[in-house]
């Protein structure tokens, strides 16, 4: 079936490094993606996001890669700091125009002081 | 400012006992959705209203309701809440005029005892 996935399930990484944090998504029809992070007890938070006539997008301190051939989507993050330690979802907006997303797994970013 | 609201933030229910959850929004936004998350899992959509139109998705249980009484507020009625049904409830809202962003409220977490 279609559906989103996340390479490494934890990533660890030593504050002031750079993380990047991987996806892989099937449906070739998707044409939007976001990425969202959710820190313990709250709502997923929308970082960055990324049309498919696009190959990557910054923000501040975040970059979104799109890699249509291979169908990967990677978040990097900047000088990791504590607060970025959350668990970081990809999703895709799937083949229908209904509005709904299609969520990977999840990948848990622990930063380490 | 909270533009997706969600009341309460915990919710403690008795095994059986019906629960609603509510959801409103300040960007009058016309899409409105409801999600479960349990611990470690992605959001798993529970259904959606588009507009007034409600829209289930196949694998929800009969025991979820929804109700959406106007643009702003948006209900989650548990009939019979079993042990299963303790998570995290999301609340997201989408303007599809203009973008294809969901924004999620901060979540009500329901214990079921």
């Known amino acids: 079936g279609e559906s989103v996935g996340l390479h490494l399930p934890t990533l660890s990484v030593q504050e002031g490094d750079n993380s990047i944090i991987n996806c892989a998504y099937s449906n070739s029809a998707s044409d939007y993606f976001i990425w969202y992070k959710q820190e313990s007890g709250k709502g997923p938070q929308f970082i960055i996001d990324?049309?498919?006539?696009?190959d990557k997008r910054q923000g501040q301190r975040v970059t979104v890669l799109l890699n249509k051939t291979v169908k990967h989507l990677s978040l990097q993050i900047a000088a990791t700091q504590p607060g970025d330690s959350a668990v970081y979802f990809c999703?895709?907006?799937?083949?229908?125009?209904?509005?709904?997303?299609?969520f990977g797994q999840g990948t848990t970013l622990q930063v380490k002081p | 400012d909270a533009m997706v609201i969600q009341n309460p933030r915990y919710q403690v229910t008795q095994f059986g006992k019906p629960v609603t959850l509510s959801c409103s929004q300040t960007?009058?936004?016309?899409?409105m959705y409801w999600y479960q998350q349990k611990s470690s899992q992605a959001p798993k959509l529970l259904f959606h209203?588009?507009?007034?139109?409600?829209?289930n998705e196949a694998d929800t249980p009969d025991n979820f309701q929804s109700r959406r009484p106007n643009t702003s507020f948006c209900f989650l009625d548990i009939r019979s809440p079993g042990l299963g049904d303790a998570a995290m409830y999301l609340c997201a809202t989408m303007d599809t005029y203009t973008q294809e962003t969901q924004y999620f409220g901060p979540g009500t977490r329901l214990l079921v005892l």
């Open positions: 209203y588009y507009d007034k139109d409600f829209n």
């Open positions: 999703a895709e907006n799937g083949s229908s125009n209904t509005g709904k997303l299609i």
């Open positions: 990324i049309r498919s006539n696009m």
């Open positions: 960007l009058n936004h016309n899409v």
